[in-house]
T-cell receptor, first 113, second 116 residues
Framework: DQQVKQNSPSLSVQEGRISILNCDYT??????FLWYKKYPAEGPTFLIS?????DKNEDGRFTVFLNKSAKHLSLHIVPSQPGDSAVYFC????????????FGQGTTLQVKP | DTAVSQTPKYLVTQMGNDKSIKCEQN?????MYWYKQDSKKFLKIMFS???????INETVPNRFSPKSPDKAHLNLHINSLELGDSAVYFC???????????????FGAGTRLSVL
């Protein structure tokens, strides 16, 4: 039972345009959500997060939107750069659950120059 | 200076062997984790230790045994390796304590295990 899903395995975007990566979850008890970025042969690196009490969090070119009623979050990258090409993982956790993160299966983003 | 370091980076071994993967973090975190990324690229939690105490133990064969000599180290020992154990294993750490929602975990570069 996959509680966090990223239904698009890959996304290709032109440099300078917006990249939108999507994530859906099924467990309404999740109250904290994170996005990680992963390059080949490296570990995932933390990118941005959002608490369930918010619906938007912005950090430079990266913005995460949370729609609790739809159990959906998205990561917007504007403008996209070739260095953003990587695998992006969505993850979720809930309070009182020992800090366990549940990951989606990842979306490979390719930003073309 | 690497924050979370794993050794070895690559591990090729025969079925039935016993092997260990080591992990060290210099971030001063109190919690460490082991994840497995399988061929379908899912990252799944295996174990977590908080201050040397096991707090997460997912449904993992008991051939896998984590050991935490201190809060900066979490090693993974695997007995009687099987073909299905081939995967990339990631170590992570966080300053999470037990019941903290804002759990930002920092990952090592991974250990690619190939069982032949």
């Amino acid at each position: 039972d996959q509680q966090v899903k990223q239904n698009s395995p890959s996304l290709s975007v032109q440099e300078g345009r917006i990249s939108i990566l999507n994530c859906d979850y099924t467990n309404s008890m999740f109250d904290y959500f994170l996005w990680y970025k992963k390059y080949p042969a490296e570990g995932p690196t933390f990118l941005i997060s959002i608490s369930s009490i918010k619906d938007k969090n912005e950090d430079g070119r990266f913005t995460v939107f949370l729609n609790k009623s739809a159990k959906h979050l998205s990561l917007h990258i504007v403008p996209s750069q070739p260095g953003d090409s990587a695998v992006y993982f969505c993850a979720a956790s809930r309070s009182g659950n020992t800090g366990k993160l549940i990951f989606g299966q990842g979306t490979t983003l390719q930003v073309k120059p | 200076d690497t924050a979370v370091s794993q050794t070895p980076k690559y591990l090729v071994t025969q079925m039935g062997n016993d092997k260990s993967i080591k992990c060290e973090q210099n971030l001063g975190h109190d919690t460490m984790y082991w994840y497995k990324q399988d061929s379908k690229k899912f990252l799944k939690i295996m174990f977590s230790y908080n201050n040397k105490e096991l707090i997460i133990n997912e449904t993992v064969p008991n051939r896998f045994s984590p050991k935490s000599p201190d809060k900066a180290h979490l090693n993974l020992h695997i007995n009687s390796l099987e073909l299905g154990d081939s995967a990339v294993y990631f170590c992570a750490s966080s300053q999470a304590g037990r019941a903290v929602a804002k759990n930002i975990q920092y990952f090592g570069a991974g250990t690619r295990l190939s069982v032949l």
